[in-house]
T-cell receptor, first 115, second 113 residues
Framework: DVKVTQSSRYLVKRTGEKVFLECVQDMDHENMFWYRQDPGLGLRLIYFSYDVKMKEKGDIPEGYSVSREKKERFSLILESASTNQTSMYLC??????????????FGQGTRLTVV | SQKIEQNSEALNIQEGKTATLTCNYTNYSPAYLQWYRQDPGRGPVFLLLIRENEKEKRKERLKVTFDTTLKQSLFHITASQPADSATYLCALESSGGYQKVTFGTGTKLQVIP
């Protein structure tokens, strides 16, 4: 079974703190993604990575950065947490495939509250 | 700008009926369209993928259609059951580029016994 594991299920942080959300996958997938999910707005792509040390901005990258030093690990960094970053954060991975079934596998999510 | 639209209102249907969910998109040239199921407090789980050159795909009680002219996909659950109650998300992957996957906002389905 493919496993995508996010380091925390729930997190509470203070405004201005630097926050690290970690994601690890065990299937040697090339692509990894960070989304946030808010009521009425659905899943919005923050950043994604298609290889080690490679990253691409998604639709809402402002206030976030990412790190991919190893293939299995993709970290999301909130440089200075703000209350409007309170959300559910979801990590996903998928293989790099062409012409084939390339589903994304999701972690269980991290519910981050910034106070 | 690119947009993926799903009916934001919840869909309530009677057990045993067919549920039909809609996904419309604009300013995309998708290579694939996927459907996912999400239960409360959990990450989405993949259900079906359909390619741009396929009109229809089936898996057990699920059926997906893909009309690139209308820029629309329909997701059907036949003989619906209360266990089918969840939020259903469509996702697009554009052709070319870095395999970026973008999701719609999802439609909440409630199957009433």
């Amino acid at each position: 079974d493919v496993k995508v594991t996010q380091s925390s299920r729930y997190l509470v942080k203070r405004t201005g703190e630097k926050v690290f959300l970690e994601c690890v996958q065990d299937m040697d997938h090339e692509n990894m993604f960070w989304y946030r999910q808010d009521p009425g707005l659905g899943l919005r792509l923050i950043y994604f990575s298609y290889d080690v040390k490679m990253k691409e901005k998604g639709d809402i990258p402002e206030g976030y950065s990412v790190s991919r030093e190893k293939k299995e690990r993709f970290s999301l960094i909130l440089e200075s947490a703000s209350t409007n970053q309170t959300s559910m954060y979801l990590c996903a991975s998928r293989p790099w495939l062409t012409g084939a079934n390339a589903e994304a596998f999701f972690g269980q999510g991290t519910r981050l509250t910034v106070v | 700008s690119q947009k993926i639209e799903q009916n934001s209102e919840a869909l309530n249907i009677q057990e045993g009926k067919t549920a039909t969910l809609t996904c419309n998109y604009t300013n995309y040239s998708p290579a694939y369209l996927q459907w996912y199921r999400q239960d409360p407090g959990r990450g989405p789980v993949f259900l079906l993928l359909i390619r741009e050159n396929e009109k229809e795909k089936r898996k057990e009680r699920l059926k997906v259609t893909f009309d690139t002219t209308l820029k629309q996909s329909l997701f059907h659950i036949t003989a619906s059951q209360p266990a089918d109650s969840a939020t259903y998300l469509c996702a697009l992957e554009s052709s070319g580029g870095y395999q970026k996957v973008t999701f719609g906002t999802g439609t909440k389905l409630q199957v009433i016994p």
